[in-house]
């Protein structure tokens, strides 16, 4: 029998409230010691400047490491690439996962930052804490202030977050080649501080041309390619810092074999037509999903997959060598970190962490009846403020940098989105997004288009009333999660004034 008008509304309430009930239910009899506290959570977080200066130092120092992370036994133990679809192990190597690291001081005494990609599809802050842990306790880099790890979003790299197993609610995250992960990377990063020289900084921006697509109404994205250089004085060290906001899933949803994807193929173009050069990759605002421009033909299997990522690639590390007008960047680095707490409204998230799925730090209040997961924002400024960096834990939608929101009667759920946009806050020149950046929360979504099937909300996606999908909204952790990170970062410029 088919339910009509209020008979439905009631039934849906009910499946909904059974759900969350459940969910409520494990929560709130689990043990403690499947939760954590901010102290614990928080230890290895380096908060960086307190106040920001505007003393500079004579001159930039810095250096680049590097460690490759992809395992030996690819062949003989079950590695689940991440990405895609779950149950799908490799079966090769196409090109390696790597750590690179760089390390930043401007000789002003304050101490060393630290900016370091994984090619990954994301990591947690749990394991970047781990990764700090191992670097700080090393104490083989003095006076260091920050340390940010990003991943990459590669989509063809071993899974790092769990979610991507044999089956649903089965970890696909392989323990043993995250602890590989996590002591080489800490390698790199402090290779990065022993191979380190002095020098100069510079930094160029090209907006690109028929390179990106929005696959999410509105159709925006930042379509700035950004390039830090550093120069040591006596040519041997050439270090760059690629910012360019674009999923990294090109290979497609049928590849076996373990791949950075295009970001490689950049890097590798890049070290090739530059003396003495080392490059990594920080993604940016990819949320939406802001991909390459042909991926439709990648969804469909209508194109040579492979080609297709090695060409986008070697496009971009083009456009990177063909950025010859720079400006120089005075000897300046600020930075500063804050924890936040985010209230997890998806239920499926919280018992894929309490069924050992992943990873997250995360605590619980009884008294609301909410799980919460502990994360962080940051601000990083370059120079006489010539360049600032939005540290941000996920996969940020692009309108909550640039303000280009769906109107009330565009949005899905019919309402106007009111935010102080990352781009108008602080005062840097140039501005961009360094996306899944010490933690991984999915996507980060405007409240206004924050729209939930009513009945399997987070579990089915929901399709609003121009009958558009709302796939983002299953892997994200809530509609409240993009206003407490940019009041987060709000409150962090402020403070530093």
């Known amino acids: 029998m088919e339910l009509k008008g209020d008979e439905r509304m009631n039934t849906d309430k009910i499946v909904r409230s059974s759900l969350l009930g459940l969910s409520k239910t494990i929560i709130f009899s689990m043990p403690e010691k499947n939760f954590t506290t901010s102290e614990k959570a928080n230890k290895y977080m380096l908060k960086g400047d307190n106040k920001?200066?505007?003393?500079?130092?004579?001159?930039?120092?810095?250096?680049?490491?590097?460690?490759?992370?992809?395992?030996?036994?690819?062949?003989?133990?079950?590695?689940?690439?991440?990405?895609?679809?779950?149950?799908?192990?490799?079966?090769?190597?196409?090109?390696?996962?790597?750590?690179?690291?760089?390390?930043?001081?401007?000789?002003?005494?304050?101490?060393?930052?630290?900016?370091?990609?994984?090619?990954?599809?994301?990591?947690?802050?749990?394991?970047?804490?781990?990764?700090?842990?191992?670097?700080?306790?090393?104490?083989?880099?003095?006076?260091?202030?920050?340390?940010?790890?990003?991943?990459?979003?590669?989509?063809?790299?071993?899974?790092?977050?769990?979610?991507?197993?044999?089956?649903?609610?089965?970890?696909?995250?392989?323990?043993?080649?995250?602890?590989?992960?996590?002591?080489?990377?800490?390698?790199?990063?402090?290779?990065?501080?022993?191979?380190?020289?002095?020098?100069?900084?510079?930094?160029?921006?090209?907006?690109?041309?028929?390179?990106?697509?929005?696959?999410?109404?509105?159709?925006?994205?930042?379509s700035n390619f950004t390039k830090i250089r550093f120069e040591s004085f006596d040519g041997t060290k050439n270090i760059h810092i690629i910012n360019f906001a674009s999923h990294a899933e090109l290979l497609g949803s049928c590849t076996k074999n373990i791949s950075a994807d295009f970001p490689a193929y950049m890097i590798k173009?890049?070290?090739?037509?530059?003396?003495?050069?080392?490059?990594?990759?920080?993604?940016?605002?990819?949320?939406?999903?802001?991909?390459?421009?042909?991926?439709?033909?990648?969804?469909?299997?209508?194109?040579?997959?492979?080609?297709?990522?090695?060409?986008?690639?070697?496009?971009?590390?083009?456009l990177s060598n063909s950025l010859t007008d720079e400006t120089e960047i005075a000897p300046l680095i600020n930075v500063k970190s804050s924890p936040v707490s985010i209230s997890a409204a998806n239920y499926v998230l919280i018992l894929a962490r309490l069924l050992g799925v992943l990873n997250n730090d995360i605590s619980r209040d009884r008294k609301k009846g909410v799980a919460s997961i502990y994360s962080e924002v940051g601000y990083l400024e370059l120079g006489e403020k010539e360049i600032g960096m939005f540290l941000i834990p996920g996969e940020l939608f692009p309108e909550l940098f640039n303000g280009e929101f769906l109107s009330d009667k565009e949005s899905g759920n019919e309402t106007k989105a009111r935010y102080n946009i990352l781009s108008e806050q602080g005062n840097a020149k140039h501005k961009f997004v360094v996306g899944l950046c010490n933690d991984e929360l999915g996507y980060i979504i405007p409240d206004n288009d924050f729209f939930l099937d009513s009945k399997m909300p987070y579990i089915e996606k929901g399709k609003d009333r121009f009958d558009r999908d709302h796939y983002e909204e299953t892997n994200s952790t809530g509609p409240e999660t993009a206003r407490t990170l940019l009041e987060a970062i709000e409150k962090i410029i402020k403070s530093t004034e």
């Open 269 to 318: 173009e890049i070290e090739r037509n530059n003396d003495n050069c080392d490059a990594l990759f920080i993604n940016g605002a990819i949320g939406g999903m802001i991909s390459a421009k042909e991926i439709k033909k990648v969804y469909r299997e209508t194109i040579d997959c492979e080609a297709y990522t090695k060409e986008f690639g070697k496009t971009l590390g083009e």
């Open 52 to 222: 920001f200066s505007t003393q500079k130092g004579e001159h930039f120092t810095c250096g680049f490491g590097k460690a490759v992370l992809t395992p030996d036994d690819v062949k003989t133990r079950k590695y689940y690439i991440a990405g895609y679809d779950s149950n799908n192990p490799a079966q090769g190597v196409l090109d390696d996962m790597y750590a690179r690291a760089v390390y930043i001081d401007d000789n002003t005494g304050r101490g060393g930052v630290i900016m370091c990609s994984v090619d990954a599809v994301g990591i947690s802050r749990k394991d970047i804490n781990r990764i700090r842990k191992l670097v700080i306790e090393s104490k083989k880099i003095p006076s260091l202030k920050s340390i940010n790890i990003c991943a990459t979003h590669s989509h063809s790299a071993i899974d790092t977050q769990g979610l991507w197993g044999e089956k649903l609610f089965k970890c696909g995250r392989d323990e043993e080649f995250m602890k590989h992960l996590r002591k080489l990377t800490a390698k790199a990063i402090i290779e990065a501080y022993e191979n380190r020289a002095d020098g100069k900084m510079f930094y160029s921006v090209k907006k690109t041309e028929d390179l990106q697509f929005d696959c999410r109404t509105p159709d925006t994205f930042d």
